[in-house]
């Protein structure tokens, strides 16, 4: 195996065994323990990708011993929108069943600004051993370049879509330069594409050359380039063929065939243009909220039930809290009953509806109301949040029922 050091001077396999996509349990466990046996000795899973119970649980089982194999995980971008970075990572953690990882990675650059801060918790992360480095995802120069310009550091890698069809020679040049290690994702096209490229004539004619795969001489040109990759597979063979790239070494002709198939065409999304729909209602609205200023947050303490009523009723109450933009746009309000949580229905005025300002005060409620010290947080919002809510690693008990001919929905979030 060959190896790069980062910048914090740990080192890393090059070569790795990607999880993305790979089904949580029996499918996971077997693809990770196959690779175990070829000899892999770096994972990359995420907790997005729902499977890092099964990564943890084929290690255990392979023997070898934890500090043999390097372990990448990531944080969810949902945990990020919320703010509540040290939380991801510890359920990252608890279910990896690990107390350490090796390269702790944000998923995503997420707007608005919201990587900036992630960035410090990872880093506080970092500084009590438990990621023994930390780096980011999708990050573009103007990314990498505002994290260093603010915070005076650079991550130690960027995990980057990176294939012959998207060489991203000019992101690999200004890392080599900033010494952040480059790591390329989807390396064989990913799921959509790899069948295709892999057919590719240049890459198949240069293989036969030295008796290896189109496969095989991508992940040879990776490494050739010092860029450490992460291919995914979850068929025996291939994952130990894919393994079987240090025995051969591609020329100067050949890296450059390879290097000149690039047509800059991603299979992913790109990081400045990617809807984060799912994480924000409406998707539009993004540069809206940084316009969000001002956030008053008046605490209650056992409010009794008619004072929350009277609150409920009058949005522009003072009990309320409010979000400032230049000028309000929106309110919510959090209710501490008996050490219990309640949110109250988040009001947008009218003119700034539909431009995400809901989900993010409901989102700022929900961090707020954890860094109390809540274990159970009620809400009051539309039924569509279930699914929203269910993908933070919340348990949610859901309720809907008819009051004064209206249907109220309301949601349990327990941690
Ligand atoms: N940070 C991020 O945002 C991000 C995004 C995407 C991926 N990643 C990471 O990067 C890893 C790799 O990327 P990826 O999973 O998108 O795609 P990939 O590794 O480029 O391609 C995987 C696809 O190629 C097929 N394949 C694998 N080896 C093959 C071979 N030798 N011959 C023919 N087909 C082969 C696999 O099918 P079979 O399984 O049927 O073999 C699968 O459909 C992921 O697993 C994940 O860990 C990170």
Redesign the pocket.
């Known amino acids: 195996m060959e190896y790069v050091k980062l910048n914090n001077g740990i080192e890393i396999p090059m070569l790795g065994f990607?999880?993305?996509?790979?089904e949580d349990g029996a499918e996971c466990v077997n693809a990770v323990r196959n690779a175990l046996d070829v000899g892999y000795r770096h994972i990359?899973?995420?907790q997005n990708y729902g499977n890092e119970k099964s990564v943890g649980q084929a290690i255990k089982e392979s023997g070898i011993p934890r500090e043999e194999i390097f372990v990448t995980t990531?944080l969810l971008n949902a945990v990020q929108m919320l703010g509540v970075v040290a939380d991801g990572f510890e359920e990252s953690l608890d279910d990896l069943g690990m107390d350490y990882v090796d390269l702790y990675?944000m998923?995503?650059p997420l707007k608005p600004k919201k990587y900036m801060d992630a960035w410090l918790e990872m880093e506080k992360i970092y500084k009590s051993g438990r990621a023994k480095a930390i780096g980011v995802?999708?990050f573009h120069e103007h990314h990498l370049a505002e994290i260093e310009k603010v915070w005076g550091v650079v991550p130690a890698l960027n995990?980057v879509?990176l294939?012959p069809e998207f060489s991203q020679k000019p992101l690999i040049e200004y890392c080599k330069a900033k010494g952040i290690a480059m790591q390329s994702?989807?390396?064989?096209?990913?799921?959509r594409n790899?069948?295709r490229m892999?057919q590719n004539s240049i890459l198949t004619e240069i293989g036969k050359k030295y008796g290896k795969?189109a496969?095989q001489v991508i992940l040879r040109w990776n490494i050739q380039q010092g860029i450490i990759t992460?291919?995914?597979?979850?068929?025996p063979e291939?994952i130990k063929?894919?393994f079987e790239v240090f025995d051969f070494e591609l020329t100067v002709e050949d890296m450059a065939a390879i290097d000149a198939i690039n047509i800059d065409a991603r299979v992913?999304s790109n990081p400045d243009t990617f809807e984060f729909k799912h994480w924000i209602n409406g998707g539009e609205g993004l540069e809206e909220i940084h316009k969000i200023r001002r956030i008053v947050f008046i605490e209650e303490q056992n409010v009794s039930e008619e004072d929350e009523m009277i609150a409920w009723e009058d949005e522009t109450s003072e009990h309320l809290l409010m979000y400032e933009a230049d000028v309000p746009v929106a309110t919510g309000r959090i209710v501490m009953h008996d050490g219990k949580y309640s949110i109250g229905r988040v009001a947008v005025l009218k003119e700034h509806r539909g431009k995400g300002y809901g989900r993010v005060v409901m989102n700022d409620l929900i961090n707020r109301a954890y860094r109390l010290g809540a274990k159970e947080i009620e809400i009051h919002a539309q039924s569509y949040l279930v699914n929203f809510y269910s993908s933070f690693g919340f348990e949610i008990c859901s309720e809907e029922y008819e009051e004064a001919g209206i249907m109220h929905f309301t949601m349990i979030l327990k941690k």
């Open positions: 990607g999880v993305f996509q790979v990359d899973t995420a990531k990675l998923h995503w995802c999708n995990q879509e294939h994702y989807s390396p064989l096209g990913g799921s790899a069948a892999l795969t496969a992460i291919p995914r597979s979850i068929k291939r063929s894919n992913g």
